[in-house]
């Protein structure tokens, strides 16, 4: 009879369990809700709708509500579900659903660590769809419910009126009116596909909450989180066509059937309705089938609206506590409106307490929605939750829980947070070393006190880790304290340098994972030479160099710098060099651990290995992003590890990689090529090896095969050539045979880009400054003017070669901050909700820190003005490589006059 | 007016003598300067080349002291008083200009105008 059972595919699902029922049309709900229903996709949800459908088909006990047996409910259940439709297409959240699972699966996204020092990308972890995938198998709900089905009969649903019944509590249901959680499942990955399964309250009406989610039954089948989804569903802020009735959770249809009677006194308190109630049902139940009717007309129950979930949250029953949380999860997937919604309404903080509750059901959905709140463009949920303590109860629950989906959940919760740069300290402070304990160096396999017969273990590549070493990168990007505090935690850099030998070792290099520790690295190791405890007494001593062989040549300002030290450097690495040769490196005398790990020579063999094998774009800028910081700085293990490079047969790797399509690559290559070549050798190789790809990178518009870079990448390019054929004639003449003067002057006189304009010129300049290659270029038909362009007006050049002020920390060192902070904001935190995408919320923004180097040297102070480049040279963090060059020059201080 | 380093520079110049003011404790000239090897030169809008380090006049007060004598804007200053002028910091400059024992200054000067002058003479 019901018409509405059309809807109830499902009940034909249903049929099964219910015998009663009638064969449902499968003619999908997705009726009038239409739209909605539809989505089912979930026809297992129509299952379970279904079942609710035969509800009503239920004969009527001799109260008038539909008796409880196993059937029954289902009879109940088609009301309700009828009901469901009817109520409100909106309701029916179905759709959503679906995608909410899958949201909430993912939302790993990462955060991009990326901050300057490497620039990150913000990249979404997806792993969630992964996962996804079998939450929508759990959708099939349907299935799940028909075993629910046969608790609820148990239970003694029916009296309670008031009673959400959450089918779980079957027990106690006691006349309680307990809110109708709405699927509180956690599912929180599954949030979209059960609940949506059918919004339409069961149609009680009164307390039409519909039963609360059955703790039990949800905790033992995902689907029940879906289930109860579909309760909750009804989305409060469909509006709830019924009068108010307590919402309906679909899942609750199931149990609703049973519950119909209780519903109706039920939980829906506040909006229960006494003729909703279960009379009203009964009426329903008893005329005719409720279905469409009741439904259209009377939903008798509706979704709880987000107040009534907030407030549910703080409900002395335990299951509604958590069918909140879940519903809640569900209700903020992807949808910012709701999450900032919660935030007003001071959810957050109830769902940071609720991470200390004893119970695991309890926490875990806590967490889920906390997670999928994190999530987001929006910060200022981020904000609400350090605010009420959140990162350290996050802290705490790591540490006392054991259950994985729990741990997963907080970690990606904290790599949502992480992406917000304001948050980064903070969770340093509360959780790094707990995060390294529980998380990284278990996962990793690094042992503290290896036990020398074992073999060394291998990583795990969980989600856990995933996730916290995605929050770590993030973190690692907040600048020098940051990294500080990063590199004296006991046994973080051994951890993931164990994990990474590890990867390297099982050929899987193109992980997240071993994304994110690269990341890490690369920000560790960015000026490093500058900031870890003992670095000055390996400084060498460039300055002075530098300022005896500064004087003699303008070079750009940031060369100026590194020109001065470099050419210093280059003799004196020269001479290091053969001396390293046979020099050993500083007596240790016990192994290297800690921090001090960042800069042996061994771990460029790791670095090479992995840019050798990994394929992944963002691990490759990565590791070339840690050389880069390595070789940077005028220290002796800087020099080591420029050796080392050549040594381990790193430079062909290196100019192998300049082909790469990748923008990003091509220009941490080109940097780390650059400050690799600030060894004399190294030059001398690179200038042979490397001209030809580096000019091959450079755009052309005749060549039609020339790449279409970015124009940092470019400017990086250039600057590097730039360094390469500086005190090196041999270099520049083999620049000169790569046909790369073409390309130069047409960059240095046509290109839009300022930048390259002046890096270009300036490496004309240089070339021309060798006056034994006049000839040369004159043969080939340039003169002058092609080289000396009134444009490209030396950066500033360092001035008197006293500035050896210069800060390294340019260019040619690794300032790359990119490297380093890339990490790190850029990521987005991983969010549940989001999709394999996950979009990420907080992008790194850390890239684009600038670090300015105030090397100011001393020069005269009053001439700042004139002077910028060389002391002031703005770091660009951002993802590009800074090249110090081109943005010395930008910034133009004023021109100083006096008066006389 | 681009040098080549290695190469003496050429240039053609006018000689002016600058009688300081004598203002209160100070002598002034009436002009400003700017450049010197340790500014940008990229900065300076009267050079031609714009990796000429050297002092350029960039003002010059009405009615003073240098503008009687003939000094014009954009000058680039050679010389002064038989000093270099194209390889000095901007602080030098300023010194040399304003010794306070010297009251009278002799610059060597030249312009683009003066070099175009010169050549269209030449070819006439």
Redesign the interface.
């Known amino acids: 009879m019901m018409q509405e059972p059309q809807e109830m595919v499902e009940e034909t699902v249903t049929v099964e369990e219910d015998p009663g029922t009638p064969t449902s049309h499968v003619s999908i709900v997705t009726s009038e809700d239409g739209t909605t229903r539809r989505t089912e996709t979930k026809v297992t949800k129509m299952v379970k709708t279904v079942t609710t459908r035969t509800v009503r088909q239920v004969p009527l006990g001799p109260d008038g509500l539909p008796s409880m047996d196993g059937s029954s409910p289902m009879g109940s259940y088609t009301d309700s579900i009828d009901r469901r439709y009817m109520k409100n297409g909106e309701r029916y959240i179905t759709p959503q659903a679906s995608s909410t699972l899958t949201r909430s699966y993912n939302s790993y996204n990462d955060s991009y660590p990326d901050s300057h020092e490497g620039q990150y990308r913000p990249y979404i972890g997806h792993d969630g769809y992964g996962d996804l995938a079998d939450n929508y198998g759990s959708l099939s709900r349907g299935v799940n419910y028909r075993p629910r089905y046969a608790y609820v009969p148990g239970n003694s649903y029916r009296p309670e009126d008031g009673s959400f019944t959450l089918p779980s509590r079957r027990d106690n249901y006691g006349p309680i009116a307990q809110p109708q959680v709405p699927v509180g499942s956690n599912v929180d990955l599954n949030r979209s596909q059960p609940e949506r399964f059918q919004p339409e309250p069961y149609g009680l009406e009164d307390d039409n909450r519909s039963l609360g989610v059955d703790d039990e039954g949800y905790e033992l089948d995902p689907d029940y989180s879906t289930v109860n989804r579909r309760t909750s569903a009804g989305v409060p802020e469909r509006g709830r066509p019924h009068k108010g009735r307590g919402y309906d959770d679909p899942i609750e249809t199931e149990m609703v059937e049973e519950r119909i009677p209780y519903l109706h006194g039920g939980y829906a308190a506040p909006l229960a309705q006494p003729e909703r109630g279960s009379m009203a049902s009964i009426d329903r139940l008893g005329k005719r089938s409720p279905s469409i009717d009741s439904i259209r007309k009377d939903p008798r129950w509706r979704d709880p609206d987000l107040p009534e979930v907030i407030a549910m949250l703080s409900h002395p029953i335990d299951p509604v506590k958590s069918n909140a949380a879940a519903y809640l999860q569900h209700l903020c997937y992807e949808n910012d409106k709701i999450k900032k919604d919660v935030r007003h309404l001071k959810g957050i903080p109830i769902l940071v307490g609720l991470l200390d509750h004893p119970k695991p059901e309890v926490h875990r959905k806590a967490c889920g929605a906390l997670r999928n709140i994190s999530y987001g463009k929006d910060n200022e949920n981020k904000v609400a939750i350090k605010n009420c303590d959140g990162i350290p109860a996050l802290i705490r629950l790591l540490r006392k829980t054991n259950d994985m989906e729990v741990r997963e959940l907080i970690t990606g919760t904290l790599w949502n947070l992480s992406s917000y740069e304001p948050l980064k300290m903070v969770i340093i402070n509360h959780g790094l070393q707990t995060l390294t304990n529980e998380v990284i160096i278990p996962h990793s396999g690094w042992e503290s006190e290896p036990n020398e017969d074992s073999k060394p273990r291998d990583a795990e590549w969980t989600t856990v880790f995933k996730n916290t070493s995605g929050c770590l990168r993030n973190v690692s990007s907040d600048g020098a304290e940051a990294r500080r505090r990063l590199r004296e935690c006991d046994g973080l850099v051994d951890a993931l340098l164990h994990a990474l030998q590890s990867a390297v070792g099982k050929k899987d290099t193109d992980n997240k994972s071993v994304e994110n520790c690269v990341c890490i690295m690369r920000n560790l190791s960015y000026h490093v030479h500058k900031e870890v405890p003992g670095a000055d007494k390996y400084q060498e001593l460039d300055a002075s160099q530098t300022m005896s062989t500064g004087g003699s040549q ?1 070079k750009k300002k940031d060369d100026a710098g590194c020109f001065g030290g470099k050419k210093a450097k280059g003799k004196k690495n020269g001479d290091l060099d053969r001396n390293f040769d046979t020099l050993d490196l500083p007596k240790r005398s016990e192994t290297a651990k800690g921090f001090e790990l960042l800069y042996q020579p061994d771990v460029v063999r790791l670095y090479l290995s992995i840019l050798t094998e990994s394929q992944n774009f963002n691990t490759l800028e990565a590791a070339a992003g840690a050389l880069q910081n390595l070789s940077a700085g005028n220290w002796t293990w800087s020099t080591y590890i420029r050796a080392t490079v050549r040594k381990e047969r790193g430079l062909p790797v290196l100019v192998e990689l300049l082909q790469s399509d990748s923008d990003k690559v091509v220009r941490a290559v080109s940097i780390a090529l650059r400050n690799l070549s600030m060894d004399r050798r190294n030059k001398d190789l690179i200038g042979s090896y490397a001209m030809g790809e580096l000019v091959r990178n450079l755009p052309s518009r005749q060549q039609r095969s020339s790449k279409n870079l970015e124009e940092d990448t470019v400017v990086a390019v250039l600057n590097t050539i730039h360094e390469i054929i500086t005190d090196s004639s041999e270099n520049a003449r083999s620049l000169i045979q790569t046909q790369g003067i073409q390309k130069l002057v047409a960059i240095s006189k046509s290109s839009q880009s300022p930048r390259e304009t002046k890096a270009a010129s300036h490496v004309l ?1 240089m070339i021309w ?1 060798y006056k034994e290659l006049r000839n040369a270029l004159q043969k080939d038909g340039w003169n002058k003017s092609h080289f ?1 362009s ?7 050049s360092k ?2 070669a006293g500035r050896s002020g210069y800060d390294d920390s340019t260019l040619p060192l690794v300032d790359k901050s990119q490297d380093n902070e890339k990490s790190g904001s850029r990521d987005m935190i991983p969010m549940d909700e989001l999709g394999p995408d996950g979009y990420s919320t907080i992008d790194h923004r850390d890239k684009e820190r600038k670090y300015k180097t105030s090397d100011n040297t001393g ?2 102070s ?2 700042e ?5 060389t002391n002031r040279k703005n770091i660009n963090r951002s993802n590009r490589a800074s090249v110090n060059l081109v943005d010395a ?1 930008d910034i ?9 | 007016m681009s040098y080549v380093p290695g190469q003496p520079v050429t240039a053609v110049v006018q000689r002016i003598e600058i009688h300081k003011l004598r203002q209160g404790d100070n002598l002034i000239l009436g002009f400003s300067i700017g450049g010197g090897i340790d500014q940008d030169p990229a900065q300076n809008p009267f050079s031609e080349d714009k990796t000429d380090k050297g002092i350029y006049v960039t003002r010059v007060t009405e009615g003073g002291p240098a503008e009687v004598a003939g000094l014009q804007i954009g000058d680039k200053i050679m010389q002064v008083n038989g000093w270099d002028m194209t390889m000095v910091t901007h602080d030098q400059a300023r010194k040399r200009l304003t010794k306070r024992n010297e009251e009278v200054v002799r610059l060597l000067v030249t312009r683009q105008s003066l070099q175009k002058a010169v050549q269209q003479s030449m070819m006439s």
């Not at chain 1, 009134?790 to 500033?796: D, R």
């Not at chain 1, 003005?865 to 480049?869: E, F, I, R, W, Y």
């Open positions: 303008k300049q400054s000396q009134v444009s490209a007006a030396p950066k500033g001035g008197t020069d005269a009053e001439k003005p004139l002077k910028n480049d020059r133009k201080p004023q021109p100083v006059d006096s008066w006389v």
